[in-house]
């Protein structure tokens, strides 16, 4: 996260926002348990790293991994797509096509692995959506609608997710056209 928030903004928004990060209650209430969420955020989060180094198949990998360690990752393959065509546009490059078949490659090996053990290629994506929806979101919020992380933000869960609102303000405030590399 901080290199990422360095790449974007300077490197005191990125001390700044590792730090909010860092001590933000979900690593708290999960760093001793072996859920997947946090390694699947770090593969995600070096995705988005990086996509921001101009390394896209890399960055492929790195979701896919983030995917199939928490299939809820994969949703995101549309804003990167997305930020790979504007860049592909801006940049006369084309790398969307390797970013995409990457991603495809990590996970069909999975995918095939499903199709030959139950005859569905999605079958442990339907069962883990279905799980999702059974637990209204989230087993981490024991049955609490998704609705609960506003809430939570808003209640102040941690005082230091009050400067992200300041942060934010100042952001939309000054905010000066700055590169996304």
């Known amino acids: 996260l901080f290199l990422i928030g360095k790449k974007i903004f300077t490197e005191q928004t990125a ?8 001590f933000s209650p979900i690593f708290f209430s999960l760093g001793f348990h072996t859920y997947t ?8 989060l070096l995705s988005v790293h990086f996509l921001f180094r101009q390394r896209p198949i890399l960055s492929s990998i790195f979701l896919g991994l983030s995917t199939l360690t928490r299939f809820p ?5 549309l804003p990167l797509t997305i930020y790979l065509a504007f860049d592909s546009l801006k940049n006369k490059r084309a790398p ?28 442990t994506f339907r069962a883990g ?7 209204l979101g989230c087993n981490v919020l ?16 941690h005082p230091l ?4 609102l300041l942060g934010i303000a100042h ?6 056209k700055t590169p996304a590399h």
Not at 97 to 117: D, G, Q, S, V
Not at 161 to 164: E, I, N, P, T
Not at 171 to 176: A, D, G, M, N, P
């Open 96 to 123: 969307i096509l390797f970013f995409l078949a990457t991603f495809t490659a990590t996970l069909l090996p999975y995918i095939l692995l499903n199709l030959f053990i139950s005859g569905d290629p999605l079958a």
């Open 142 to 157: 024991r049955a609490k609608p998704w609705t609960a992380y506003l809430d939570w933000l808003l209640r102040s869960e």
């Open 15 to 22: 001390l700044i926002a590792a730090t909010i990060f860092a």
């Open 129 to 135: 959506a279905t799980a999702i929806n059974d637990v």
């Open 161 to 164: 997710h009050l400067f992200a």
């Open 171 to 176: 952001l939309t405030l000054t905010r000066k």
């Open 73 to 77: 990752m994969g949703i995101f393959a």
């Open 37 to 44: 969420e946090i390694p699947a955020l770090f593969l995600l």
